[in-house]
């Protein structure tokens, strides 16, 4: 029995000293992983400010092009305004010269009152000159009435 008792204090040292060689090693381990992990941070915060910056830069390229799209589309737009304003000007000036309806019925019928009167009397000229030619015997009185019949040139429409 005396052999045991000498081994298991022996025994019990030596899982003491395994023991205590583990947890310096689980602490050695624990520092390397806090060393990792703070370094896999530093990196991640770095990525992260990279990607922030890139997109920062993206962000004003984009506005930039945006910008120049609205001035391009300002311009046109402005363009195209004033080019309406000068249609619609030439439009107006073209209406105020522009004859309507009622005038040009107005005017037709004085015209055709006035070719009336013009007509009647070349008809008047021509019925004299019928009868002064009757009279000096160039006409007989058959073609007087046949000139005399044709009646007035506005009637023939």
Known sequence: MRKESKD?????NELKQEMHAGFENSRKETGDL?????????????????????????IQEIKGSI?????????????????????????GTIGVRMPTKDYLDEKFFKFSGEMGIVLHKEDDKVNELTGILTEKKVLTKSEAKKIAQIGPSFMKV
């Not at 896999?40 to 990525?47: E, H, I, L, R, V």
């Open 34 to 58: 806090r060393q990792e992990m703070r370094g896999g941070f530093a990196k991640s915060t770095q990525y992260t400010d990279v990607l922030r910056r890139n997109m920062n830069a993206s």
């Open 67 to 91: 910008k120049d799209v609205l001035d391009t589309m300002n311009a046109y737009a402005t363009h195209t305004d004033l080019a309406l304003f000068g249609l619609k000007h030439q439009i």
């Open 8 to 12: 298991k204090p022996s025994e019990i």
